[in-house]
């Protein structure tokens, strides 16, 4: 018999599901969230969805978004013929964060993964594509993880999009098969400036 309540393992359980929380994690945040007044529960959850209900993709770049285009794709002070393309809304924030990049991002939902059954066209590769023809873009700019995906993608990406405009590579002071999500931003700032041409 389990030392704890079924109610208690349930949570316990949906908490593992969340990536990056094992076990011991999920039952340290299950006792900590039962610790807290109501009123504080009830505002987590509310939060939570609310945000599930309200929060959507950007039409243009694939970011989050409440509004049909999100705020950097509207932001007209940013250099909308500059793109810069990430896997993740997470590596978008990594690079927000650093402060260096002033143009618009495309995200594409993951990288290229034939074993994990991602495919191009399960990304958002053809909405890129259909972007970049139709408007005056200077540069593209591949910011994708080090890692043999990563790799492969900006490969297949860079043959897409080089008929069409310049294509650039972030230089990696990331070691080799690390998360842009986890870079601190001085590291993301000078993996942007030192960006090299492919092809």
């Not at 309540?5 to 990056?20: D, H, K, N, V, Y």
């Not at 929380?21 to 945040?29: E, K, V, W």
């Not at 860079?158 to 986890?182: D, H, K, N, W």
Request: aromatic content about 6%; glycine content about 8%; overall charge negative.
């Amino acid at each position: 018999m389990s030392p704890l309540t079924q109610p208690l393992a349930r949570l316990i359980q949906q908490f593992e599901r969340l990536p990056g929380i094992g076990p011991r994690t999920a039952q340290r945040l299950s006792l900590y969230l039962l610790r807290q007044p109501q009123e504080q529960l009830e505002a987590f959850a509310e939060a939570l969805l609310t945000a599930r209900r309200c929060v959507g993709q950007c039409e243009q770049c694939f970011h989050l978004a409440t509004a049909p285009l999100c705020d950097i794709c509207r932001d007209q002070r940013r250099r909308q013929n500059q793109i810069c393309v990430v896997a993740e809304s997470k590596d978008l924030l990594a690079l927000e964060r650093s402060g260096e990049f002033h143009g618009v991002y495309h995200v594409l939902g993951g990288v290229i993964s034939p074993m994990d059954g991602v495919t191009p066209d399960v990304l958002t590769v053809q909405a890129l594509i259909q972007r970049i023809s139709r408007n005056p873009i200077e540069e593209v700019i591949l910011a994708l993880t080090p890692s043999v995906e990563g790799d492969t993608t900006s490969l297949y990406l860079a043959g897409l999009i080089q008929p069409f405009c310049p294509v650039t590579r972030i230089a990696y002071g990331l070691p080799m098969g690390s998360e842009l999500e986890f870079a601190d931003a001085v590291t993301l700032a000078r993996a942007l400036e030192g960006r090299q041409r492919m092809g």
